[in-house]
C-alpha cells in the first residue's frame, strides 16, 4: 500500500501544536493535602498502619513501588476519594484537585466526539486549548470528530488525559500518565508539568520522564511503611542501592564469633560472571526487543505522518480508490502503533522490575 502512495514532504509541524503550558492554577494555601495518622485494610491485608504525609504548594513528587504495594490506595485516600479505616485527612485552603487514573477513560461518554468530550471538561479560560493539546496527544484534522465509542483503550485514555488537563486545579495527581503516549507526547506532557506552578503527584516507573521534573520520591513497599525521598528518581536509586550493599556481609546475630573465610581471585570472578550471565539471559532479550521495537514505532510514525498527509493530496481526494486505500493505509498503521505503544510500556516495566530485582541501577 505504501509504494502505491505518491510520496509528499511531510508537513511542518506548527510548533504550538508541539507545546502546551497550563492556564494559571487558582491559588491555594501553603498545605495542600494532609494524611494524619492514616490506616487502610482490604479485609486481612493491611495496606498503611499510622501513616503520616503532607504535601506542600509547588511540590513535584514522585510516586514508585511494586504493584500491589499501596500507590493507588494512596491516590485515592489524598484525593479524598475513599476514606482511610482511621486516621484523617485533609485539604488546604482553596485547593482544587485533579486526578486522572487509567480507570476515567472507560467513564467517557461513547457518543460524543472527542471535541465535545474534551471541551465539556475544560474551563472557559482553557477551553481555547484544547485543540491544541488534542494535536499534542496525537489527535489532529478531522480525528477530534471520532466518536469515543469507536475509540482503541489507548486513544480513549489520551482524551481522559488531555480532560485532565483541561480542568482548572493546582494539585494535580497522575496515575501512570506516559503510558499509551508516545515520545512526542511524553516530551510535551513533561515540558508543561515542569512549568506548572501547581502541585503535582506522579505514579509511574518511567525514570527518564520523572527525573527532571520531581524533587522528592515516595517508595511503597509491600509490608513496609512507605518511605519519604528528598530527590528525584536517580538519587532514590543511589540511596537504595547504598543501602543494599551496606546490609551485604553483615553478620548474623550469634553468640559465637566467626572469622568469615577469605575469598578467592578465583571464586570472585566466578561469582562476577554468573552474575554477568544472569544479567545477560534476563535483561539482554528485553532490551533488544525494546530497542527494535523503537525503531519500528519511529517508522511506524514516520508512514503515519506521510500517509495522513497523503490523504489531503488533491489528486488522491479526487480518486475513491486511492482515497479508500490510503484510509485502510492509515487505520491499519495507526493499529499497528497504539499495539506498539502499549508494548513499549509493558516492556519497560518489566526492564525496571528486573533491573530492581537484580540490585542495578534503572
Not at 49 to 55: K, L
Not at 147 to 170: Q, T, Y
Not at 210 to 238: A, C, H, M, W
Not at 256 to 281: F, L, V, W, Y
Request: with cysteine.
Amino acid at each position: 500500500m505504501l509504494e502505491k502512495i505518491v510520496r509528499i514532504p511531510e508537513p511542518e509541524r506548527e510548533d504550538a501544536v508541539m507545546n502546551f503550558k497550563f492556564p494559571p492554577p487558582p491559588a491555594s494555601g501553603h498545605m495542600v493535602a494532609k494524611l494524619d495518622g492514616v490506616a487502610k485494610n482490604y479485609g486481612p491485608l493491611t495496606i498503611f498502619s499510622g501513616f503520616h504525609f503532607e504535601i506542600s504548594k509547588g511540590e513535584k513528587i514522585a510516586i514508585v513501588g511494586p504493584n500491589g504495594a499501596g500507590k493507588s490506595t494512596f491516590c485515592r485516600l489524598i484525593t479524598a476519594q475513599e476514606a482511610p479505616d482511621a486516621g484523617s485527612h485533609a485539604f488546604g485552603h482553596k485547593v482544587a484537585c485533579s486526578f486522572f487514573s487509567q480507570n476515567h477513560a472507560d467513564e467517557l461518554a461513547p457518543d460524543q466526539t472527542i471535541l465535545e468530550t474534551v471541551e465539556a471538561a475544560a474551563s472557559r479560560e482553557s477551553a481555547p486549548h484544547a485543540r491544541n493539546l488534542l494535536g499534542c496527544f496525537l489527535f489532529r484534522g478531522d480525528d477530534v470528530f471520532k466518536k469515543v465509542g469507536v475509540l482503541s483503550g489507548g486513544e480513549r485514555s489520551r482524551v481522559a488525559l488531555v480532560c485532565m488537563l483541561l480542568r482548572p486545579a493546582n494539585f494535580l495527581i497522575l496515575d501512570e500518565p506516559t503510558n499509551h503516549l508516545d515520545m512526542q507526547s511524553q516530551d510535551v506532557l513533561q515540558r508543561a508539568l515542569v512549568d506548572y506552578p501547581g502541585s503535582v503527584l506522579i505514579v509511574s516507573h518511567n525514570r527518564s520522564f520523572l527525573d527532571p521534573l520531581v524533587t522528592k520520591t515516595l517508595e511503597f513497599r509491600p509490608g513496609e511503611q512507605p518511605r519519604l525521598f528528598s530527590g528525584n528518581i536517580t538519587y532514590y536509586l543511589e540511596k537504595t542501592a547504598g543501602e543494599k550493599q551496606g546490609g551485604v556481609g553483615v553478620p548474623p546475630a550469634s553468640s559465637k564469633t566467626a572469622s568469615p573465610a577469605p575469598i578467592s581471585r578465583k571464586d570472585q570472578r566466578r561469582a562476577e560472571a554468573g552474575a554477568r550471565e544472569t544479567r545477560n539471559k534476563l535483561l539482554k532479550p528485553l532490551e533488544n526487543e525494546l530497542e527494535a521495537l523503537e525503531t519500528t514505532i519511529a517508522e511506524f510514525e514516520a508512514a503515519q505522518a506521510t500517509l495522513t498527509a497523503a490523504l489531503s493530496n488533491p489528486e488522491i481526494a479526487a480518486d475513491p480508490d486511492r482515497f479508500r486505500e490510503a484510509t485502510r493505509a492509515v487505520a491499519a498503521i495507526t493499529s499497528k502503533l497504539e499495539s506498539s505503544y502499549s508494548r513499549w510500556g509493558g516492556l519497560s516495566d518489566e526492564i525496571e522490575k528486573v533491573r530492581a530485582k537484580l540490585g542495578m541501577d534503572a
